[in-house]
């Protein structure tokens, strides 16, 4: 069974720094291309951030502003999102998750809460 | 970016009759390899969201077939035949041609 298990979210005002960890299990992580998705309070999904199978490349979503870094351990079978210069609207939870985009299978976490507020 | 539009933003449906959904990208989503990385999402209440197809028709392993998808270059249509109690929750396209990835708004589906 796969499973993706998130950790780190927290309460934290304007302007600090929180780093979220995923921990992958049932699949062979090296494999795969690892993303960040987040869904504000009552609100949609927003992809955040994926990283390739060996950590070569990144991509983010552009309204980041080059805030958040995505990284992966394979060793671990982890990734992680540091975020820095957090803002209000940065409040949501935040989903690890592994899509394929040309193969069936789609693997979610349940999602850890991150609350920026003063 | 890639904006992806939903609509409608929310349709109320009857048990058994058959329902339909509407994605329009900004952009044509076939990539340089020939192929169209066009995904459909379903999240239901408290949930974290599951894929249904991806490459625009193709269904994920377990989805019913009463789900199915269709479309090309821009627009792009999710249909369930005939709707279930358990098919309520939002509905997510994604595309994942261009970086960064983007989602469509959602459409919330309800029973009438």
């Known amino acids: 069974e796969v499973q993706l298990e998130e950790s780190g979210g927290d309460l934290v005002q304007p302007g600090g720094s929180l780093r979220l960890s995923c921990a992958v299990s049932g699949l062979t992580f090296s494999n795969h291309w690892m993303n960040w998705v987040r869904q504000g309070p009552g609100k949609g999904l927003e992809w955040v951030a994926n990283i390739k199978p060996d950590g070569s490349q990144k991509y983010y979503v552009d309204s980041l502003e080059g805030r958040f870094t995505i990284s992966r351990d394979n060793a671990r079978n982890s990734v992680y999102l540091q975020m820095n210069s957090l803002r209000v609207e940065d409040t949501a939870v935040y989903y690890c998750t592994s899509v394929s985009l040309q193969t069936p299978g789609d693997y979610w976490g349940q999602g850890t809460m991150v609350t920026v507020s003063s | 970016d890639a904006v992806m539009t939903q609509s409608p933003l929310s349709l109320p449906v009857t048990l058994g009759q058959p329902a339909s959904i509407s994605c329009r990208s900004s952009q044509s989503l076939v990539r340089s390899d020939g192929n169209t990385y066009l995904n459909w999402f379903h999240q239901r209440p408290g949930q974290s969201p599951r894929r249904l197809i991806y490459?625009?028709?193709n269904r994920d392993s377990g989805v019913p077939d009463r789900f199915s998808g269709s479309g090309s270059g821009t627009d792009f249509t999710l249909k369930i035949s005939r709707v279930e109690a358990e098919d309520i929750g939002v509905y997510y396209c994604m595309q994942g041609t261009h970086w960064p990835h983007t989602f469509g708004g959602g459409t919330k589906v309800e029973i009438k």
């Open positions: 490459q625009v028709s």
